[in-house]
């Protein structure tokens, strides 16, 4: 277990004392945290509580929604961005995932929209430098392009992250994602030949979709992914950092904390660490 | 309206004569027709009654399903297609819409799936060229990857393609599958230098996706796809056939026909054909 990472957001009727009472009892040595779940205990309280606890912080979730056409639309994302690589900073990770927001409201003009996310980037990336995060570019799964994410593949996000330095921005690795595409294997080799991959995410598809889309996913095992196959291209490609499990599914959420966290342990001894 | 298709399915609950009417009555020259639609009355019955009424078959949906693990399924698969593709020649035809298939049940082997979807198209290429019938590899969205189509993209679409010759096995761009695709340009570029587009379907990307995620295609203009840019990218990469309005929606679905014709119709108008 000991790259075994717990995403909050699977543990989401958990404030982030419970999550993290939760890894500790369970012997999960990391955590990757959500802003909001941070914001209800305040930064300086929850570095604290994760730092005392002896756990590590993956990687912060999220900062991104990077689309906007105006400019105070375009300023307000940035300083958010800033607040977030400054919370990043302070809760001791060195990773913040970014989803780079989708098309505004009205607008079908997919370039443009992919051009704002790249701009925005490069006015984020020398903080990012300085703060010692990384902003890692997480491509959503195609069927979020219009709502959430212009990023749909890990090729797209690569080709984006390759603008700035490795250390000031990555990309993520989320099973859910990314498992279907065609190149994902020559991808994940770009990316790790590059030191790109910042962070490894798992869960599972599983259908059929729910009525909200978001919330599909399924503990690893469940669906249809070979996290076996996945993994040792990630682990071929020369990632050696946390297996972060983040599931946003409804059942999964109404199931007590301590319940899903030994299913993930279990499904990660099943499926996806190496025999 | 010159190059203007009706999809059968968009009329769903139109049986064969009902459509090949509406199409006449609207003055829409051309129909794409599906096989159980056909099978209601007979394909011979189908084949005159398109053929006196004076309409085009742009295509036939629809063959494919190509992904099974056990010879007898390969088999059976087999002898689908081909009935599939005389029957495209008996309708009068030259485009049989491939849907490939999903993972078969409890299968995770992607790759393995890939590569049954090319044996299988090997094995059915020279009788599609014997019959004068192309086979058009369609890729779907990649939220069917699991259970409908393990070809996801249009440049994946094209490596099979161009596996074979250009007559046998070309590829369908249908804007609902492919409209989030950053390598859109590029491959649709592709595919026209290579005289492998047999299809140009429209429909829009809406949202929230439904309960059926099968159903959630809207009427050109209604969603997020910029048909303005995408059918000027068909039209430089040098197609010049029919352009093909295939929705699923159970809304749609619900509308009588003549005035589903009507808004496809006045959509092609204000969203598809250049000013």
């Known amino acids: 277990m000991s790259r075994l990472s717990l995403n909050q957001i699977t543990t989401k009727n958990w404030s982030l004392p419970e999550a993290v009472r939760g890894c500790v009892e369970a012997g999960i040595p990391a955590i990757g945290l959500w802003r909001d779940k941070v914001a209800e205990v305040g930064v300086e309280r929850a570095a604290a509580l994760v730092r005392d606890a002896g756990l590590a ?19 307000a994302a940035l300083a958010e961005n800033l607040r977030a690589l400054e919370e990043a900073a302070e809760l001791g990770t060195d990773t913040l995932v970014m989803v780079v927001g989708g098309l505004p409201d009205g607008d079908r003009d997919l370039p443009g929209a992919r051009s704002r996310v ?48 490795a250390e000031q921005v990555g990309v993520v690795v989320d099973s859910y994602h990314v498992w279907w595409d065609p190149q994902l294997a020559e991808q994940i080799a770009r990316a790790g030949a590059g030191g790109r991959i910042a962070s490894y995410q798992v869960c599972d598809w599983t259908l059929p979709l729910p009525a909200d889309a978001l919330l599909g996913r399924g503990h690893v095992g469940d669906g249809h992914i070979d996290f076996r196959s996945l993994t040792d291209q990630v682990t071929a490609a020369g990632y050696t950092g946390w297996i972060e499990v983040e599931i946003f599914n409804e059942d999964v959420w109404q199931a007590p904390g301590e319940q899903t966290l030994r299913t993930m342990m279990e499904r990660h001894l099943a499926h996806v660490v190496a025999p």
Not at 57 to 75: E, I, K, Q
Request: net charge negative.
């Open 57 to 75: 912080v993956s990687t912060l979730c999220r900062g991104g929604f990077l689309t906007a056409t105006d400019r105070d639309g375009r300023r």
């Open 118 to 165: 790249a701009a925005l980037l490069a006015e984020l990336a020398p903080h990012a430098g300085d703060l010692g995060v990384r902003m890692a570019i997480e491509p959503l799964h195609p069927m979020f392009c219009a709502d959430r994410a212009v990023v749909s593949t890990l090729g797209q996000a690569l080709d984006l992250a390759e603008l700035f330095p």
